[in-house]
């Protein structure tokens, strides 16, 4: 074979090589291209941890039973003659204003959360608008009412308690008591009052309020159960306790629970709550048992029960927390 022949056969060689490995460069190019191009694999969006932790939905309390107490009065439950049917507009949506509490360096000078609680306003709408006119001109962040907001529920007089809240542009927080239920029932209540349920909590500035249903009297085994589930739930360094009928008068008399007085004052000790806030009484009282500091204000506006208590007048609480530690100033109007 002639060299020529040769070179012709190992240049024609190489040149099919380069062709070759030519080719699978521009291959594995245009494979890049493809998966670069095609989508990545769905990932799930992580889930949120929410900021705050929704408490449990409130449950309405069965019927209660009445319980025999050796320390407690079994009382007749008021007798409400409506004059008017109970009729209303729907049940009202309204929520409690729920703020996750921040942590802050308090001021020396200012408390971290003050509000106000009240009372016991049926019967004189003259002295529950100075009530609430002195909320209104005080540092008070809300108002919370323990019951009887109105004297016997009926269609005018929420109505007039509506009129009568129309300039207070606080948030409020009631509790039903005993006369607002129309023949025990709570539509109206649930309807006007701006609560959300018959009872619920909420937490705030550091405290974790705990607004009880004792309307019918006393305190149920339901509604016992409730307040215990709601409480040891909470992790927050204050807890209050609100309800309508206290489970005893420090000034002695038998105008407390018919029901349910040991249970509720056990419980309050076993979830070291700190205060519960009373109405019921139309007057002011404070005692402290077994470190749970109770005080009883009823002086928004009912008649006042002067011949049994000694501070008998018309008034509401301004309640300061400060690093922890609570005041309780009553202020006369």
């Known amino acids: 074979m002639s060299k020529?022949?040769?070179?012709?056969?190992k240049r024609s060689f190489s040149q099919t090589v380069v062709l070759i490995v030519s080719g699978m460069i521009a291959l594995s190019?245009?494979?890049?291209?493809?998966?670069?191009?095609?989508?990545?694999?769905?990932?799930a969006a992580p889930t949120l941890?929410?900021?705050?932790?929704?408490?449990?939905?409130?449950?309405?309390?069965?019927?209660?039973?009445?319980?025999?107490?050796?320390?407690?009065?079994?009382?007749?439950?008021?007798?409400?003659?409506p004059t008017e049917p109970a009729i209303g507009p729907a049940p009202a949506t309204a929520t409690p204003t729920i703020t996750p509490t921040v942590t802050t360096t308090?001021?020396?000078?200012?408390?971290?959360?003050?509000?106000?609680?009240?009372g016991d306003s049926r019967d004189n709408p003259n002295v529950y608008r100075r009530v609430l006119a002195a909320v209104l001109d005080s540092p008070s962040?809300?108002?919370?009412?323990?019951?009887?907001?109105?004297?016997?529920?009926?269609?005018?007089?929420?109505?007039?308690?509506?009129?009568?809240?129309?300039?207070?542009?606080?948030?409020?927080?009631?509790?039903?008591?005993?006369?607002d239920g129309l023949n025990g029932q709570l539509e109206g209540y649930l309807a006007y009052s701006g609560a959300p349920a018959a009872h619920y909590s909420f937490d705030q500035g550091g405290v974790h309020f705990t607004l009880a249903d004792s309307h019918n009297g006393g305190?149920?085994?339901?509604?016992?159960?409730?307040?215990?589930e709601d409480l040891s739930a909470s992790t927050q360094p204050v807890k209050m306790?609100?309800?309508?009928?206290?489970?005893?008068?420090?000034?002695?008399?038998?105008?407390?629970?018919?029901?349910?007085?040991?249970?509720?004052?056990?419980?309050?000790?076993?979830?070291?709550?700190?205060?519960?806030?009373?109405?019921?009484?139309?007057?002011?009282?404070?005692?402290?048992?077994?470190?749970v500091t109770y005080?009883?204000?009823?002086?928004?506006?009912?008649?006042?029960?002067?011949?049994?208590?000694?501070?008998?007048?018309?008034h509401y609480l301004r309640v300061a927390i400060q690093d922890g530690d609570v005041t309780v100033e009553v202020v006369e109007v």
Request: hydrophobic share 40%; no cysteine.
């Open 141 to 179: 962040e809300f108002l919370v009412h323990t019951g009887d907001l109105v004297n016997t529920g009926t269609e005018s007089q929420w109505q007039a308690f509506e009129q009568a809240m129309e300039e207070f542009a606080l948030p409020f927080y009631p509790v039903p008591g005993n006369h």
């Open 219 to 228: 305190i149920s085994a339901g509604e016992l159960a409730w307040l215990r």
């Open 241 to 291: 306790v609100f309800l309508h009928h206290p489970p005893f008068d420090p000034d002695g008399t038998d105008h407390i629970m018919a029901y349910g007085n040991e249970g509720f004052m056990a419980l309050m000790v076993e979830q070291q709550v700190d205060y519960v806030f009373a109405g019921h009484i139309h007057a002011y009282a404070r005692e402290e048992r077994d470190g």
């Open 4 to 9: 020529r022949r040769r070179k012709r056969q």
């Open 295 to 314: 005080i009883i204000t009823g002086g928004a506006g009912a008649p006042l029960y002067g011949s049994d208590h000694p501070l008998a007048f018309h």
């Open 106 to 118: 308090p001021s020396s000078a200012s408390p971290t959360l003050t509000f106000a609680v009240a």
């Open 49 to 81: 941890v929410p900021t705050w932790t929704p408490l449990p939905s409130p449950t309405v309390a069965p019927s209660p039973t009445i319980e025999a107490s050796p320390t407690s009065a079994t009382l007749p439950l008021p007798s409400l003659e």
């Open 29 to 43: 190019m245009v494979i890049s291209l493809i998966i670069v191009a095609l989508p990545g694999p769905q990932v």
